[in-house]
């Protein structure tokens, strides 16, 4: 059984519910008779602070728009567009973000806990100390992305591509990203405990001061690294590729190699 739409949501939110209803997509709420179906676009509007928690919002187009402050938990926003958005401090815990174009967004101290961001698209986006963890980030494109101090705690980034990001300080505690794509990545500094690494490709990527301690790196390409000065007590290293890496002097003694 439907819901009435909540109070707290727009007028202009019930066109957009009509508008999901006529191409079949599936609403939580009731459409209200007579209401004229269109597709959301608030391109560059400013919706500072808003309250859209719970908002069907599939497809939506928010390219350009203010929404800092705004609260959009547990909303769906498949789909839908945030390219270029400023998204600082918003609110997006358990939000269904699969397949977002978050390109150029700004998430700076953004909150995305357990959100749903499989396939989503963020490169270039700024996720300075943002709170991704327990996300999905599937198959994610996060190439070039600036995630410097982001908690990413417990996340699962299973072949996402982090090429090039800047993952200074960011925390990866138990975080999950087999097969994931970290080329030239900058990690120095991260921390990657008990993370699973496993067939990762971390090419020329940079790790000097990490914390790899009883991380699973094995078949990961770690060719060219820098894991100076960094923390890989107890790493699983069985099959990776070392080949020309930079490795402290006395690594061999403490990880675990096959």
Known sequence: MKMPIPAH??????????????IGATTRYEVPEGTKPVKLDLTEANLSGFDLRKADLLGANLSGADLRGANLSDADLTGANLSKACLA?????????DGVNFSDSDLTEADL?????????????????ANLSQANLSQADIFGANLDGANLTGAYLSHAGLGLANLKWVILVKANLTGANLAKADLRNADLRASNLSFSDLTGADLEGANLAKAGLSSANLEGANLSRANIFGANLTNANLKNACIPPDAFFSL???
């Open 9 to 22: 949501l727009p007028p202009w939110y019930a066109s957009h519910l009509a508008w999901m209803r006529s």
């Open 89 to 97: 401090r918003a609110n997006f815990c358990r939000t269904s973000l």
């Open 113 to 129: 806990f357990e959100s749903l961001l499989w396939g989503a698209n963020l490169t270039g986006a700024n996720l300075t100390n």
């Open 256 to 258: 675990y190699v096959g």
